[in-house]
Each structure stands twice: as structure tokens, then as C-alpha cells.
């Protein structure tokens, strides 16, 4: 540190520390505020489904068991229909979880067959 010669000297290396010392502290305050935002339960909710939802083979996962429950529910309808019967509806219930898991370790290959399916489709139109 450089020697205080005189009072004004001194009087202005106080008024530097003393900013320096408020610059600071808002530094301080601000990191405080964004760390207690980032531990809030929601704030963590939210930034892990982001990191989920943005990785490619949870979205390959998601599509493979949106088709597999939507098949094996239609599965369901097709066997059980309107039938009030618990017989039925417990079978129901079995088939549509048996068709769904087939159909979602089966789901690239289903795609496949859809979008060939569709191609065929638009040929033949043409």
C-alpha cells in the first residue's frame, strides 16, 4: 500500500475500501439470492425434468411407451368393449399390460412397419 502523507490521502483510500467494501457486499447479496433460488424444491423439479425431457433417449423411451399404452388400450377396448363383466375387465386389464410392454420392446420395429405401411398408402394413391 502506497504512504498516506496527509489527511486527504487517508480520507480518500477510506472512501475506496469503504466502496469497494459495498461493491462487495452486493456481490455477496446477489450470489445469496441466486443460490436460494437454485435450492428452491420447484426450481430443482423443474431444472432435472429440463435435463430429462431435453436427452434424446428419453424421448425415444417416451414415444415407445405413448405407443405401446395407446395400442395396448385400444388392445383393451377391442376385447372388453362397454362390458361391465369384472371377468372381462380384469382380462382387459391383463391384455392391454401384455400387448403394451410387447409393443413398446417392440416400438422401433412397429415404427417401421407404420411407415412403410404409409408409404405403401401414398404409392398406390398415386
Known amino acids: 500500500m502506497n504512504n498516506i502523507s496527509n489527511s486527504e490521502d487517508l480520507k480518500n483510500i477510506i472512501l475506496k475500501l469503504e466502496n469497494d467494501q459495498i461493491l462487495k457486499a452486493n456481490l455477496v447479496k446477489e450470489q445469496f439470492l441466486l443460490i436460494h433460488e437454485s435450492i428452491r424444491p420447484i426450481n430443482i423439479i423443474k431444472s432435472t425434468l429440463a435435463e430429462l425431457i431435453s436427452s434424446p433417449e428419453i424421448k425415444t423411451s417416451l414415444a415407445e411407451m405413448t405407443i405401446g ?4 388400450s385400444i388392445a383393451k377396448n377391442v376385447v372388453v368393449g362397454k362390458s361391465h363383466n369384472i371377468l372381462k375387465q380384469f382380462i382387459g386389464g391383463m391384455l392391454q399390460m401384455v400387448v403394451a410392454k410387447e409393443v413398446t420392446k417392440n416400438a422401433d420395429g412397429i415404427i417401421d412397419m407404420g411407415k412403410n405401411l404409409f408409404n405403401k398408402m401414398l404409392k398406390s394413391r398415386n
Do not use: R, S
Not at 69 to 72: A, E, R
Open 69 to 72: 399404452m395407446t395400442v395396448g
